[in-house]
């Protein structure tokens, strides 16, 4: 039996690099850590290759699959997905074809229409897959079909990632592109700690996708995985995927120690964060474990907003207290905003651009509110009547909102122009900012000027 897992290449769908980054496909390893005893397999991540149509069935003539597993993680790219099942069939109609991943979870139904795809499993596919080997092996694999997979609880269960089956050097070496989230070392590896979020944000896929229980890996596995990661890859950074590290505090407090205690402290960053799960003994554990970056959801600075529509228990003074703490340390923080909500009016989105500038934050990021299937602010648009006809729900960098209060082109120009002088007025932060960046002065002026351009350019687009 052979199995290819494969990452498509996104820029076969209406490709927007704003929306991109350099990402090691730690979930096909996964997968493939978990079927390596019943089945060969390889990955092919055809969008790091940036493989063509004539070069990526090649790849599949010669391995010749009986299942190529495909991924998507935006629906924004959902259409790259699909052009795999379709350039596997003109190889050979016999191949089965499974769509997994975040975007087969929360559109299932989409991907059985396809007529290239063989099945969809929704959650998680670990086991699924092996499930799925099972059945082609059986000749039980004979109609298209849609699997679940339940929740995984005990996640130390798993085993670690194959990264033998990529060239795991070549993406812990290198990012995408200049950003202050980028590894703050190289070789660099990237860690999902838990799996689970109870928050329950408006806009937020997470629950559909991997439930609203918390299940975490246990301190030790994660310190295991850390330990395997230095030792065999020489890593010398991390980046927590997981917007949960800090959810459980003393299974926090047990990484962040044992990375000291076992010789394991190094740069790390976190990409999300609770801010409300913060306290000045944390901070102090987190930065003597190497953490020099974070990033806190604060999402709006209107109270209105915050409580009855994202329904997050943000509370202002403390968030002000812990980011005025964590900066005095040495921590660089950044924070994420979202504006345009349905019923936001412009003084409240204005709002969270003034409360940007009280938090005093080193870097702000300000996002559209964008409406995903399955959350409750896709729900509200829909009972509103906001979803325009023709609805995109694959732009992530253009908004799709329109009220009497504002525009989608407001929001475009509005997030751009704030993003540029909140962040960057500033010399003193416009210095440390570039630093953390690794850039020189020109190249952030034309970073600068490039986001403002390609603002206006979106607009004129429309």
């Known amino acids: 039996m052979r199995v290819c897992l494969v990452v498509p290449n996104f820029r076969w769908s209406n490709w927007d690099k704003n929306t991109l980054w350099h990402y090691i496909p730690y979930n096909l390893c996964l997968l493939a ?26 790849r599949i003539k010669v391995f010749s699959p009986d299942i190529v597993g495909i991924t998507v993680l935006f629906d924004q790219y959902a259409s790259s997905g699909y052009k795999v099942a379709q350039l596997v069939k003109k190889v050979n109609k016999k191949i089965k074809t499974v769509m997994g991943g975040v975007y087969a ?32 092996k059986q000749g039980r694999w004979t109609q298209k079909f849609s699997l679940v997979g339940n929740k995984i609880q005990n996640l130390d269960a798993l085993p670690l990632p194959s990264y033998n089956l990529i060239d795991f050097n070549s993406y812990a070496n290198s990012a995408s592109r200049k950003s202050v989230d980028s590894p703050r070392a190289y ?5 999902m700690s838990s799996r689970g979020c109870p928050m329950g944000c408006a806009f937020c896929q997470v629950e559909t996708i991997s439930g609203k229980d918390f299940r975490p890996r246990s301190a030790e596995n994660v310190l295991d995985e850390i330990q395997w990661l230095k030792e065999t890859y020489g890593i010398k950074s991390l980046i927590f995927d997981d917007d949960n590290v800090l959810h459980n505090k003393k299974r926090a407090i047990d990484i962040f120690q044992g990375m000291i205690d076992r010789g394991l402290a190094m740069p790390w960053l976190s990409i999300g964060l609770a801010v409300f799960k913060l306290d000045k003994e944390l901070l102090d554990l987190m930065k003597k474990s190497g953490c020099e970056y974070i990033a806190v959801a604060i999402e709006s600075g209107t109270e209105r907003v915050l409580k009855q529509i994202i329904q997050k228990p943000v509370n202002f003074s403390y968030a002000k207290e812990m980011v005025k703490y964590a900066r005095s340390i040495g921590i660089y923080v950044a924070a994420n ?30 996002f559209h509110a964008v409406p995903l299937p399955h959350t409750r602010l896709w729900k509200m648009c829909e009972q509103q009547g906001l979803l325009p006809e023709k609805f995109n729900e694959y732009q992530w960098t253009k908004g799709n ?60 687009e429309r």
């Open 187 to 191: 070789p660099y590896a990237r860690i």
């Open 337 to 366: 905003y979202i504006v345009g909500f349905p019923t936001e009016t412009w003084e409240e989105i204005m709002g969270t651009i003034r409360f940007a500038e009280e938090l005093n934050t080193d870097y702000s990021k300000i």
């Open 401 to 460: 909102i329109n009220t009497s209060e504002f525009s989608s082109d407001d929001l475009t120009i509005l997030r751009a122009f704030e993003w540029d002088r909140i962040n960057f007025t500033n010399p003193e932060k416009r210095e440390r900012t570039r630093v953390m960046m690794g850039v020189s002065e020109e190249e952030l002026a034309e970073i600068r000027k490039g986001t403002r351009q390609n603002a206006c350019q979106l607009v004129g």
């Open 33 to 58: 850590s978990m079927i390596e005893d019943i089945a060969e397999v390889i990955i092919v991540d055809a969008y790091k290759e940036d493989l063509n149509d004539k070069k990526f069935m090649a």
């Open 105 to 136: 979870t929360t559109n299932p139904e989409k991907v059985l229409k396809d007529k290239n795809m063989d099945a969809v499993v929704v959650g998680e596919g670990e086991f699924m897959l092996r499930y799925l080997i099972s059945l082609h």
